[in-house]
């Protein structure tokens, strides 16, 4: 079952192409501005313990790991390149009034 809706943050705190790291409930969480559009993946790699919000945002819409360089589409979350092969999970997100909202998946 979802959750509720939690206030994460502003999307004026991430510029476009750029990733933002958020905790909830002790749980790594990755935020991404796509040329003005949120998306929220689980922070941690499938494949490691890597942080990917130190990763880079690759092709408009891939984070690349930071640890082996993997990837995986942040609206999917599909994994696209190796070694990555498992998907990450993806979290709903809405803006409102410039204000970002996340309802985490389980
Ligand atoms: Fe991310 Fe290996 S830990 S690609």
């Not at 790991?65 to 999917?76: A, K, N, Q, V």
Request: a negative charge.
């Amino acid at each position: 079952m979802d959750g509720e809706w939690i206030r994460v943050g502003n999307v004026a705190d991430i510029d476009e192409d750029d990733t933002h790291p958020v905790e909830i409930d002790g749980r790594r969480v990755c935020l991404y501005n796509l040329g003005g559009e949120i998306f929220a993946t689980d922070g941690t790699c499938t494949h490691g313990d890597a942080d990917l919000s130190l990763g880079m945002v690759v092709d408009s819409c891939l984070i690349e790991c930071p640890l082996h360089e993997g990837t995986f589409d942040i609206r999917s979350g599909r994994a696209v390149g190796a070694p990555c092969t498992d998907p990450l999970r993806c979290h709903p997100v809405k803006v409102e009034q410039g204000v970002i909202f996340l309802r985490p998946a389980h």
